[in-house]
């Protein structure tokens, strides 16, 4: 079955730039959305399709997806932007949704 | 709007069956593309994507736990049920219910989750 691969945690200074990696086998051929989850809270899309943006989610948020290797990044980096970030697919293969092992974003 | 609210018991003993309600406004399963997909969150750990139903009453399963799931939509109650046999404590996790479209295979509205318990 299709594996999705996340760094456990990342941390960064406000103001900074995050970059969350999500690695998959010829992931780059895939469309990669992401999530972001509070403490306690449902998580919510911000960015789907690999690169697109929800309404209401700032543009600090892109995605990108190449190769082996999607990556959210968070520009400008706030206090409000910490939360575990997770990847998901749909493994066409398969026909199954996959998600990542989820990454814990921590604002210094 | 979009709302999908999750049911069901809190607390249940191994080995016994757990069913969870979805109950949804705001769109229909009778929609070509939609879908209604179950995912789970064990205390502390990932998300864990479970089960999806579409309109056309097509099923998807994770494998790992397919033996043990069954959804069904009732599309008169705009209900989706999951039912899980056999539970253990390792079940142990938040289910979360969820709105998707085929035309995109991502969650974009999601219930508020239901932590479920299993103890004897």
């Known amino acids: 079955s299709y594996v999705l691969t996340q760094p456990p945690s990342v941390s960064v200074a406000p103001g900074k730039t995050a970059r969350i990696t999500c690695g998959g086998n010829?992931?780059?051929?895939?469309?990669v959305h992401w999530y972001q989850q509070k403490p306690g809270q449902a998580p919510v899309l911000v960015v789907y399709?690999?690169?697109d943006r929800p309404s209401g989610i700032p543009e600090r948020f892109s995605g990108s997806n190449s190769g082996n290797t999607a990556t959210l990044t968070i520009s400008r980096v706030e206090a409000g932007d910490e939360a575990d970030y997770y990847c998901?697919?749909?493994?066409?293969?398969?026909?199954?949704?996959?998600f990542g092992g989820g990454t814990k974003l921590t604002v210094l | 709007q979009i709302t999908l609210k999750e049911s069901g018991p809190t607390l249940v003993k191994p080995t016994q069956t757990l069913t969870l309600t979805c109950t949804f406004s705001?769109?229909?399963?009778?929609?070509?593309?939609?879908?209604v997909g179950w995912i789970r969150q064990p205390p502390g750990k990932a998300l864990e994507w479970l089960a999806l139903?579409?309109?056309?009453?097509?099923?998807r399963y994770s494998p790992s736990l397919k033996s043990r799931l069954t959804i069904t939509k009732d599309t008169s109650k705009n209900q989706v049920v999951l039912t899980v046999t056999n539970m253990d404590p390792v079940d142990t996790a938040t289910y979360f219910c969820?709105?998707?479209?085929?035309?995109?295979?991502?969650?974009?509205?999601w219930g508020q989750g239901t932590l479920v318990t299993v103890s004897s």
């Open positions: 969820a709105h998707t479209d085929r035309t995109g295979d991502y969650v974009d509205y």
């Open positions: 705001g769109f229909s399963l009778t929609t070509t593309g939609v879908g």
């Open positions: 139903i579409y309109w056309d009453d097509d099923k």
């Open positions: 010829n992931i780059g051929s895939k469309s």
């Open positions: 399709d690999n690169s």
């Open positions: 998901q697919v749909w493994d066409s293969s398969s026909d199954h949704w996959v």
